[in-house]
């Protein structure tokens, strides 16, 4: 039975907000993003062992991959939402894709969190995708943990890797914890907010919380002193450059905490826990489109920041991830989808981890919730109860990949069609329709290659339809605005589609054919299509 919006007990809502901490892992591609989240978890207890022993090679299934792709090449593509509970504190982690050719699932999830944790390579330290990530963070002013990951193995200088944060973040880093140690020979960690030396050992190859015993640095044998006196040196001379940590400049987004870890071993994850605990930011009152804060205790509100179908083959269901930004969430309550105005009944509502599910009754402002059987709900919808409002919109980012799509099995082109219109309506791939070819051959329009590679294999495995992909030479899209006149049907190094939302887009091999359409069609007005992905 459904039932309408709860009674709201400003005072439960705003003590369950402070109680959450909404946060995404983000790096480039293999520093290890989903042996952290499950190291994480592990210590939260949320998993009896970590799927990771001695890297992704040799892992058994990680639980937050789901998708048969996911499993086969060690790499997360579709985020997983991840909820524990650490010292009575709810992290509500949010898994990002993590291959650099599926970036815009990951932009999207970005605007679903308070906090980030980057992760670095110590052996490679900064690298392109996690330049284009922290520039997403830092638009959005997105405080952001960094974590320099893999210091058992052999890596980059302590000292050097602080400056490098530094230079590529224009944030100030702070150490909290410093190995004892170099890269590959991680001994321990100077705990620097607790005052300890804490000495670790992995347990079972990582697959179990790694031993922590504490070390007194002044009664060691000089023989076996001397890593931990050198990081007590080291941190020192971050301390006195760099200074201590403050709180209030990390919200702010011009300091950054930094931690040691070798996730795969379960070493430093410990205190990753406390720090995200201690001083990563609660859910705060989320501007509207309006710019008007929604308080924490109005009556609930959220936003959709993904949608997925697929996960549980025998049911074909969709799953839309809503943030809830206000208020309190209970399964059965009604309420109203901005953009069409029409009731939601949230009868079925999930907290998913990979294939595994497992039914909310209450959430509250931070937590995500899986809406299962929403095939109404898009990506950036705003859902609400009594008190409407719109929240800003997430961007759709300008494709630079393009392919037509066929049925290799005629057929199967009711099969085809529908899982075209689940991928579009997911935004899997962008699509573009055009008189020229006809809907029998849609153009997938992506941000990166992976795209195209995992379309064709959902077609094949989820709807049994067989597909092939011809890429086409176009490397830019631009919008067309609706108050041009004389758009043309068809000109030269290039072509007019469509969008099943009614926008018409020109696709162009080059920017330089860009200018020539300029020229020859001077009333037709073309304009950027939402945010672009830097190079």
Avoid at 365 to 388: C, I, K, M, W, Y
Wanted: hydrophobic share 40%; with cysteine; proline share 6%.
């Amino acid at each position: 039975m459904l039932t309408e919006s709860p009674v709201l007990d400003a005072d439960a809502v705003r003590r369950e907000a402070g109680r959450r901490r909404t946060f995404a892992v983000i790096s480039h591609p293999d520093a290890g993003k989903s042996t952290l989240t499950e190291a994480l978890a592990l210590l939260a207890r949320a998993i009896q062992d970590a799927g990771v022993t001695h890297g992704k090679s040799s892992r058994h299934a990680t639980v937050s991959d789901w998708m048969g792709i996911e499993q086969e090449r060690g790499i997360s593509i579709s985020s997983a939402a991840l909820q524990l509970t650490y010292r009575d504190t709810i992290l509500n982690v949010v898994d990002t894709p993590g291959h650099a050719d599926f970036s815009e699932d990951t932009y999207r999830v970005l605007a679903a969190v308070d906090s980030a944790v980057m992760l670095i390579d110590a052996a490679k330290g900064f690298e392109p995708q996690t330049v284009k990530l922290l520039a997403v963070c830092k638009a959005r002013n997105i405080p952001i943990i960094t974590v320099i990951n893999k210091w058992d193995r052999p890596g980059l200088d302590a000292l050097g890797l602080i400056d490098d944060v530094g230079e590529r973040t224009g944030m100030t880093p702070v150490p909290l914890t410093w190995p004892a140690g170099i890269a590959g020979d991680f001994q321990g960690l100077l705990d620097l907010r607790a005052q300890r030396a804490i000495a670790l050992e992995a347990v079972e190859a990582g697959a179990q919380a790694a031993e922590e015993t504490d070390v007194d640095i002044d009664t060691l044998d000089p023989r076996d002193a001397g890593p931990w006196v050198d990081a007590r040196e080291e941190s020192g001379l971050v301390e006195s450059s760099n200074g201590s940590f403050d709180r209030e400049e990390f919200e702010a987004a011009r300091q950054t905490p930094v931690l040691f870890a070798a996730a795969a071993k379960n070493f430093g994850v410990s205190q990753l826990l406390d720090i995200l605990v201690d001083v990563a930011p609660s859910p705060s009152p989320r501007p509207s489109k309006e710019d008007e804060p929604r308080p924490i205790d109005a009556p609930m509100s959220g936003f959709v920041f993904k949608v997925q179908a697929g996960q549980d083959s025998a049911h074909r269901d969709h799953i839309a991830y809503l943030r809830i930004c206000s208020g309190t969430f209970e399964r059965g309550m009604v309420i109203t989808n901005q953009r069409t105005g029409k009731p939601f009944a949230t009868k079925y509502a999930h907290r998913v981890l990979g294939r595994s599910r497992e039914v909310v009754d209450t959430a509250w402002p931070g937590d995500v919730v899986g809406l299962v059987n929403a095939t109404s709900l898009r990506v950036g919808d705003s859902l609400f109860a009594e008190q409407p409002v719109q929240f800003p919109d997430i961007p759709r980012f300008s494709p630079e990949l393009f392919a037509v799509a066929r049925a290799k099995d005629p057929g199967r082109y009711k099969q085809f069609r529908r899982g075209i219109e689940q991928l579009e309506h997911e935004g899997v791939v962008q699509v573009l329709r055009s008189d020229l070819r006809g809907d029998q051959a849609p153009v997938l329009a992506a941000v990166g290659a992976l795209q195209f590679e995992v379309a064709a294999e959902r077609l094949g495995t989820e709807f049994n339809a067989p597909t092939s992909l011809d890429h086409l030479s176009y490397t830019l899209a631009m919008r067309v605005a609706p108050e041009s006149q004389g758009v043309p049907q068809t000109f030269r190094g290039g072509e007019i589609m469509f969008r099943s939302d009614g926008e018409i887009v020109a696709v162009f091999g080059d920017k330089w054919k860009v200018g020539h359409f300029r020229k020859d069609f001077p009333d037709v007005v073309l304009e950027p299509i939402g945010a672009a992905v830097d190079q």
